[in-house]
């Protein structure tokens, strides 16, 4: 795997993308692995890193500057299952029905998908008997993926995992990722991969946490270990392009408070949707392509992290309690940049079992089941699983029934 991390005297590093010597603009402090839940005796050894994010104004990649190695993040104690969330599998299962609708005429059509974690995307096709591959370095969740039937390998994806699947399986008609081309710094091997594993006429279709809705909302916690990059449609273009591959249909999705799908071919392959010169003009307008933009956004995330800490501040002065719900990855940025301690909140509620009975990585917040939050209602639940609150607010109604509130933080800090 290509993962050469720079470390030069001055804070410069070279772009991930096209090597471009630049300066991160702002840091958001020592921050842990983000999904390193763990017990009290291991909180002296804990990794902590400097998170500094940069913007490159030669690819337009906005990116981190350090973060752990990609095996320190993806094994087999990775704490993510994508399965935790019953909307976001109805999410995939449209999604898989619009990959097959891209290769409806092969006759011989092959799934890859990269990031596949437990199979709540390739379940749809494994249920149509459609040949597929996963591809993922977490072998604890590509385990799960394995009972439910799906073919995957335990393996990082990159140029040379691609020769080996086309020998072994010829090629591709559709490569697909969610919530993972973001999460690879050795990003260009990945496309000379694609590039190889693509059959003439395939299709690339992945979604990312969308950089357009970050800047706009100031939802500085999509920035943590994983995320290498926060992507737009001007950087996916130039990503590509190396490879002659073209931006085809671009599509805001809701997921992960607001997304993008990108959908890419060989240039001249297949039509290409109006969406894509409208959303690279939008992106113009909003300043996505200006390093101007994230001095704003920097002093924005300033501001948030302090109108947060002074809410829970004033809430705990008067007597009430919070508890955190949702141990999400997204968390550990909120709750390590604005300096959340178990003073201000008791602990967080989550569902994922290999997470109860831990700690949140870095301000240690004792993490519980899902299953004590009706038994100990706090007086107010700050909501760290903001993304899938439409299924939250469903499942909890007695909490606010009987007099809980909800701290939000997104798109601003509001109680409700
Ligand atoms: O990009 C990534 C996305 C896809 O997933 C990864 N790098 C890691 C992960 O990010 P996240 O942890 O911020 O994802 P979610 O889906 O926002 O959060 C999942 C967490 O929320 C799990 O620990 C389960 C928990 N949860 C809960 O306790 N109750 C989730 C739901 C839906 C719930 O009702
Ligand atoms: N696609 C799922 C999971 C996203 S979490 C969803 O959207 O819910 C990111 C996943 O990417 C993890 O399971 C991680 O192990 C995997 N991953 C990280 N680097 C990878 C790489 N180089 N190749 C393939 N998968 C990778
Ligand atoms: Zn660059």
Redesign the pocket.
């Given at each position: 795997?290509k993962y050469n991390k720079t470390d030069k005297k001055d804070n410069t590093f070279n772009c991930w993308v096209c090597s471009n010597e630049i300066e991160p603009f702002m840091s958001f402090g020592k921050q842990p692995i983000a999904n390193n839940f763990l017990l009290e005796k291991d909180f002296d050894n804990e990794y902590f890193f400097e998170m500094e994010t940069a913007f490159c104004p030669n690819c337009y990649s906005f990116q981190l500057k350090n973060q752990p190695s990609?095996e320190q993040?993806?094994?087999e104690n990775?704490a993510?299952f994508?399965g935790t969330?019953k909307l976001?599998a109805d999410h995939?299962k449209k999604f898989s029905s619009m990959v097959l609708s891209f290769i409806e005429s092969d006759k011989d059509p092959f799934v890859v998908?990269?990031?596949?974690?437990?199979g709540?995307?390739l379940t749809n096709f494994a249920k149509k008997n459609i040949k597929h591959l996963g591809?993922?370095?977490?072998e604890n969740?590509?385990n799960v993926s394995k009972e439910k039937g799906i073919n995957a390998v335990v393996?990082?994806?990159?140029e040379e995992?691609a020769k080996k699947t086309v020998e072994k399986y010829g090629k591709a008609s559709a490569f697909i990722?969610?919530?993972?081309m973001c999460?690879?710094p050795?990003i260009n091997s990945?496309v000379d991969g694609i590039d190889i594993l693509m059959k003439d006429d395939g299709v690339v279709i992945f979604?990312d946490p969308y950089l357009g809705e970050v800047v706009k909302k100031t939802t500085y916690d999509q920035i943590y270990d994983?995320h290498t990059f926060l992507f737009s449609a001007h950087s996916i273009k130039e990503i590509f392009a190396r490879k002659g591959f073209e931006l085809i249909d671009l599509i805001p999705q809701e997921?992960?408070g607001g997304s993008m799908r990108y959908i890419l071919a060989k240039k001249g392959a297949r039509t290409v949707s109006k969406n894509v010169s409208e959303i690279l003009n939008l992106e113009q307008d909003q300043g996505l392509t200006s390093p101007e933009t994230f001095k704003i956004f920097k002093n924005n995330c300033e501001e948030y992290k302090r109108k947060l800490l002074s809410t829970l501040e004033e809430i705990r002065s008067s007597g009430k309690s919070i508890a955190g719900y949702a141990a999400t990855s997204k968390s550990t940025t909120i709750i390590n940049y604005c300096g959340i301690t178990n003073n201000h909140i008791d602990c967080i509620y989550d569902t994922t079992p290999i997470k109860q009975g831990k700690f949140s990585p870095g301000s240690h917040i004792p993490i519980k089941p899902h299953s004590d939050f009706s038994q100990n209602y706090p007086d107010y639940a700050l909501l760290f699983g903001y993304n899938h609150s439409k299924e939250i607010f469903a499942k909890e109604k007695d909490f606010v029934a009987q007099g809980g509130k909800w701290i939000t933080y997104v798109p601003d800090i509001k109680i409700i």
């Open positions: 795997m990609p993040m993806f094994n990775y993510f994508s969330s976001m995939f998908e990269i990031g596949s974690n437990d709540i995307m591809i993922d370095p977490s969740v590509v393996d990082f994806f990159d995992v990722a969610a919530n993972v999460h690879i050795y990945i979604e994983e997921t992960h």
